[in-house]
């Protein structure tokens, strides 16, 4: 069973900075796809990042220039960089792995909180 979990997040002024981290287990980092979701109240889910295993990255829109996903392979993490966080970044942001196999499995984290006050 893959298990995920997350942790970083927290309270923050507009401005401010976050780094989320999400360590994985029984499952590798560096060779399947990893990414960070987030869902506010009331919306759907959507990607905030993803990174592959050939190292390739992919950010939604809105976040592009200010957060940063990034892998540890060694320690089997993946963070999230959060900078200049705004009011829109409130969320409950999760870890996401995607296999490899076939068929593929989707697995998430318990989700952590981030709050940004103006």
């Known amino acids: 069973q893959v298990q995920l979990v997350e942790s970083g997040g927290g309270l923050v002024q507009a401005g401010g900075s976050l780094r989320l981290s999400c360590a994985a287990s029984?499952?590798?980092?560096?060779?399947?796809?990893m990414g960070w979701y987030r869902q506010a109240p009331g919306k759907q889910r959507e990607l905030v990042a993803r990174?592959?295993?050939?190292?390739?990255?992919v950010y939604a829109d809105f976040v592009k220039g200010r957060f940063t996903i990034s892998r540890d392979n060694a320690k089997n993490t993946v963070s999230l960089q959060m900078n200049n966080l705004k009011p829109e970044d409130t969320a409950v942001y999760y870890c996401?792995?995607?296999?490899?196999?076939?068929?593929?499995?989707?697995?998430w984290g318990q989700g952590t909180r981030v709050t940004v006050s103006i």
């Open positions: 029984r499952i590798a980092v560096s060779s399947n796809i």
């Open positions: 990174i592959f295993s050939s190292g390739t990255i």
């Open positions: 996401n792995a995607l296999t490899m196999t076939t068929p593929q499995r989707n697995s």
